[in-house]
């Protein structure tokens, strides 16, 4: 059975990079075999080369070049961390991502090992911020999310034999999905430390021989960018140094032994000194997405008894255009958004609401009538009305609908006006 703690902290960040580097052990990895993903919820897997049912579809972070290489013998008594960036809506191009936080629902590990699979028990813990190469109590953050695996990873066939395997972690289903911040606090600061997550690697058992996590990426002109292979840039490669990922990781042991900055004796580009950092993906559904824009503009007061706001969810990337936009509490009757380039700050009277958008506007058609006070509607990419939502464009949408004669004069302006309006939502699409 799968151990889980799953801990929610808020973003920040403190620490400075170790600058201290000292060369460590590694062993030769054998034939990596893939798994196929374990599903948490259930306990169960899905047994396929290709096997991601149930989480992602969006590769967030990538760090899975094969070395040939992995980190061992790892000692019970040490926990290894490493680090990357996950790019956010202020991250430099082609590196420029969607949302600006994730909501991790899977991620994939890679490992050898050379004990029984029952004896077999992984901890795997992330944090939100992370200085690359320093004590994780530098984190504001701390864990918010850790894994035990005890006995439920695949791992040798005979006690000391070299077996080496990758394997997906499904999470959904499960109250252990978790938020990851794109560069930490949503907003791109030079790329540095101040833009980091962490995860750990530790082994619960060392019994049956060497074992440790496999050791990915790489550098120089014959190695992939860092960054590719994400949903952003290159998506469908699979060779990938993490972005944001450097050339050394951390070892605090409990025992006294090796604790600070440690590395393979600095990458050259080839195997021989393999690039100091080890095999993680990560997945989300990045265009499921959550709340999207910046509200403004007074709600106004309609016959539900309340003001109508409009909110948005999905993403703010224009193409291709998954939004949808919803108008509530309002009443049920016939109504459709509108949206143009000009906010109206002024907030002038427009039936029993106010009109807070101006300029050319469109109508996002077609009508309908809102049920349970609720109108929804996705915006259609090849409709009309479409062809201004492109890259940059700030707009802002606002919901109009019929309002009731008998709910009388609401606003207060001594005229009875048969429509109303909502708050208004602004978009910058990306």
Same mark, same amino acid.
């Given at each position: 059975?799968?151990?889980?703690?799953?801990?929610?902290?808020?973003? !920040?960040l403190? +620490? &400075?990079? /170790?600058? !201290?580097?000292?060369?460590?052990?590694?062993?030769?990895?054998?034939?990596?075999?893939? #798994?196929?993903?374990?599903?948490?919820?259930?306990?169960?897997?899905?047994? $396929?080369?290709?096997?991601?049912?149930?989480?992602?579809?969006?590769?967030?972070?990538?760090?899975?070049?094969?070395?040939?290489? @992995?980190?061992?013998?790892?000692?019970?008594?040490?926990?290894?961390?490493?680090?990357?960036?996950?790019?956010?809506?202020?991250s430099?191009?082609?590196?420029?991502?969607?949302?600006?936080?994730?909501?991790?629902?899977? @991620?994939?590990?890679? *490992?050898?090992? #050379?004990?029984?699979?029952?004896?077999?028990?992984? &901890?795997?813990?992330?944090?939100?911020?992370? /200085?690359?190469?320093?004590t994780?109590?530098?984190?504001?953050?701390?864990?918010? !999310?850790?894994?035990?695996f005890?006995?439920?990873? %695949?791992? #040798?066939?005979? $006690?000391? &034999?070299?077996?080496?395997?990758?394997?997906?972690?499904?999470?959904? =289903?499960?109250?252990?999905?978790?938020?990851?911040?794109?560069?930490?606090?949503?907003?791109?600061?030079?790329?540095?430390?101040?833009?980091?997550?962490?995860?750990?690697?530790?082994?619960?058992? #060392?019994?049956?021989?060497?074992? =440790?996590?496999?050791?990915?990426?790489?550098?120089?002109?014959?190695?992939?960018?860092? +960054?590719?292979?994400?949903?952003?840039?290159?998506?469908?490669?699979?060779?990938t140094?993490?972005?944001?990922?450097?050339?050394?990781?951390?070892?605090?042991?409990?025992?006294?032994?090796?604790?600070?900055?440690?590395?393979?004796?600095?990458?050259?580009?080839?195997?021989?000194? %393999?690039? /100091?950092?080890?095999?993680?993906?990560?997945?989300?559904?990045? @265009?499921?997405?959550? $709340?999207?824009?910046?509200?403004?503009?007074?709600?106004?007061?309609?016959?539900?008894?309340?003001?109508?706001?409009?909110?948005?969810?999905?993403?703010?990337? /224009?193409?291709?255009?998954?939004?949808?936009?919803?108008? $509530? %509490?309002?009443?049920?009757?016939?109504?459709?958004?509108?949206?143009?380039?000009?906010?109206?700050?002024?907030?002038p009277?427009?039936?029993?609401?106010?009109?807070?958008?101006g300029?050319?506007?469109?109508?996002?058609?077609?009508?309908?009538?809102?049920?349970?006070?609720?109108?929804?509607?996705?915006?259609?990419?090849?409709?009309? *009305?479409?062809?201004?939502?492109?890259?940059?464009?700030?707009?802002n949408?606002?919901?109009?609908?019929?309002?009731?004669?008998?709910? +009388?004069?609401?606003?207060g302006?001594?005229?009875?006006?048969? @429509?109303?309006?909502?708050? !208004?939502?602004?978009?910058?699409?990306q």
């Amino acid at each position: 059975m799968i151990r889980q703690t799953f801990v929610l902290a808020g973003v !920040a960040l403190l +620490g &400075t990079t /170790a600058a !201290a580097q000292q060369v460590t052990s590694l062993g030769r990895e054998t034939p990596v075999k893939d #798994a196929g993903t374990y599903h948490v919820a259930t306990g169960t897997w899905t047994r $396929s080369s290709s096997a991601q049912a149930g989480f992602g579809p969006d590769v967030i972070y990538s760090n899975a070049r094969s070395t040939g290489f @992995f980190r061992g013998p790892t000692l019970t008594t040490e926990t290894l961390y490493d680090h990357g960036r996950v790019m956010s809506t202020s991250s430099p191009i082609p590196f420029d991502g969607a949302v600006d936080i994730y909501e991790v629902d899977g @991620f994939q590990i890679g *490992y050898c090992s #050379a004990q029984l699979r029952a004896n077999q028990d992984l &901890t795997y813990e992330f944090y939100n911020d992370y /200085a690359e190469c320093t004590t994780p109590a530098n984190s504001i953050s701390g864990v918010i !999310a850790s894994f035990n695996f005890p006995g439920n990873l %695949p791992a #040798a066939a005979t $006690s000391g &034999t070299i077996a080496c395997w990758t394997v997906n972690i499904d999470l959904e =289903g499960t109250t252990t999905t978790f938020s990851l911040g794109a560069d930490v606090d949503g907003q791109f600061n030079t790329g540095g430390f101040e833009d980091k997550f962490g995860w750990s690697y530790h082994l619960g058992n #060392a019994s049956g021989g060497s074992q =440790g996590p496999l050791i990915r990426g790489g550098c120089g002109p014959a190695n992939p960018a860092p +960054g590719r292979g994400t949903y952003t840039a290159s998506p469908n490669v699979t060779s990938t140094t993490g972005l944001g990922t450097n050339d050394f990781f951390w070892i605090m042991d409990t025992a006294g032994g090796s604790v600070g900055c440690f590395f393979f004796g600095g990458c050259n580009g080839m195997n021989s000194n %393999p690039y /100091a950092s080890f095999h993680m993906v990560l997945f989300s559904d990045v @265009f499921a997405g959550g $709340s999207v824009g910046t509200p403004y503009c007074p709600a106004s007061l309609n016959s539900t008894g309340m003001g109508g706001v409009t909110s948005g969810t999905g993403s703010d990337v /224009a193409s291709p255009l998954n939004l949808t936009l919803e108008a $509530s %509490p309002v009443p049920n009757t016939p109504g459709l958004f509108f949206f143009g380039p000009t906010q109206l700050m002024n907030t002038p009277d427009f039936g029993e609401g106010v009109r807070c958008v101006g300029g050319q506007t469109k109508r996002v058609f077609p009508v309908g009538a809102a049920a349970g006070n609720v109108r929804s509607q996705t915006l259609d990419g090849n409709a009309p *009305y479409a062809s201004t939502i492109v890259m940059g464009a700030s707009l802002n949408f606002q919901y109009w609908c019929r309002e009731a004669m008998s709910a +009388g004069d609401i606003d207060g302006d001594g005229m009875v006006e048969p @429509f109303t309006t909502t708050s !208004a939502l602004n978009i910058v699409f990306q």
